[in-house]
T-cell receptor, first 117, second 108 residues
Framework: SQTIHQWPATLVQPVGSPLSLECTVE??????LYWYRQAAGRGLQLLFY??????ISSEVPQNLSASRPQDRQFILSSKKLLLSDSGFYLCAWSGLNQGVSNTGELFFGEGSRLTVL | QKEVEQDPGPLSVPEGAIVSLNCTYSNSAFQYFMWYRQYSRKGPELLMYTYSSGNKEDGRFTAQVDKSSKYISLFIRDSQPSDSATYLC????????FGAGTTVTVRA
C-alpha cells in the first residue's frame, strides 16, 4: 500500500532563518506531488506541484521554493522565513495522469506545523 | 468573491443527530466534487467523491450536488463523537479548489 511521510511534524523558526520540509512517498511510482499551506479559516492553498523529477510548477509567488530530486521525494524550502510563512504545510500525492488532481483524489501527509517568531 | 464558500462553523451537535454541511461555488466548470475529513493536527483524507449532479451514499454519509444552484451538501446520519473533525469541500475542473472547512463537534 501507498504511504506518505512528512517531516518534521512541528518546528519553530526565527524570522530570516532557512526552512526545509521533506516529503517522501512509498508504494507508488511517478506520483504527482503537491505542497499545500493551510491557514486557519482559509482552506488549503496550493503552493507547488510536480509531475516529475525536476519539474516544479509554482502557484503562488512567494519566498518559498520546491524541489523534486527523486521520483518520490518532494522538498519545500526557504532561504529566509517571514512571519507570514507560519502555517500548516501539507504534502500530498495523486496518481499518474490526474493532472493537478482533476479527479480530486489526493492523499495527504500528516502535515508540518511551522511557527515563525 | 471566493471560488468556493464554506461556512466555517463551528457546528456542535448531540450524538445521534444529523449533521448538514454545505458549500456554494461560482465556477460553473467544476465537474468533480469531494468532501475531505480532517482530524485535529492531521492531514485531510478523502471521504466522499461525486461526479456532476446527483446523490451518493456511503454508509452514514450522503453527498449531494446541485449544479444548477452551484451548491453541494454532505449529510452525516446518526452522528458519532468519532465524526468530530473539520470537513472540507473541494471541487475541480482541472484544478482543485478547497473550501475553508467546517469544524464539527459531536457531543457524547
Amino acid at each position: 500500500s501507498q504511504t506518505i511521510h512528512q517531516w518534521p511534524a512541528t518546528l519553530v523558526q526565527p524570522v530570516g532563518s532557512p526552512l526545509s520540509l521533506e516529503c517522501t512517498v512509498e508504494g507508488t511510482s511517478n506520483p504527482n506531488l503537491y505542497w499545500y499551506r493551510q491557514a486557519a479559516g482559509r482552506g488549503l492553498q496550493l503552493l507547488f506541484y510536480s509531475v516529475g523529477i525536476g519539474q516544479i510548477s509554482s502557484e503562488v509567488p512567494q519566498n518559498l521554493s520546491a524541489s523534486r530530486p527523486q521520483d518520490r521525494q518532494f522538498i519545500l524550502s526557504s532561504k529566509k522565513l517571514l512571519l507570514s510563512d507560519s502555517g500548516f504545510y501539507l504534502c500530498a500525492w495523486s496518481g499518474l495522469n490526474q493532472g493537478v488532481s482533476n479527479t480530486g483524489e489526493l492523499f495527504f501527509g500528516e502535515g508540518s506545523r511551522l511557527t515563525v517568531l | 468573491q471566493k471560488e468556493v464558500e464554506q461556512d466555517p462553523g463551528p457546528l456542535s451537535v448531540p450524538e445521534g443527530a444529523i449533521v448538514s454541511l454545505n458549500c456554494t461555488y461560482s465556477n460553473s466548470a467544476f465537474q468533480y466534487f469531494m468532501w475531505y475529513r480532517q482530524y485535529s493536527r492531521k492531514g485531510p483524507e478523502l471521504l466522499m467523491y461525486t461526479y456532476s449532479s446527483g446523490n451518493k451514499e456511503d454508509g452514514r454519509f450522503t453527498a449531494q450536488v446541485d449544479k444548477s444552484s452551484k451548491y453541494i451538501s454532505l449529510f452525516i446520519r446518526d452522528s458519532q463523537p468519532s465524526d468530530s473533525a473539520t470537513y472540507l469541500c473541494a471541487m475541480s475542473d482541472y484544478k482543485l479548489s478547497f473550501g475553508a472547512g467546517t469544524t464539527v463537534t459531536v457531543r457524547a
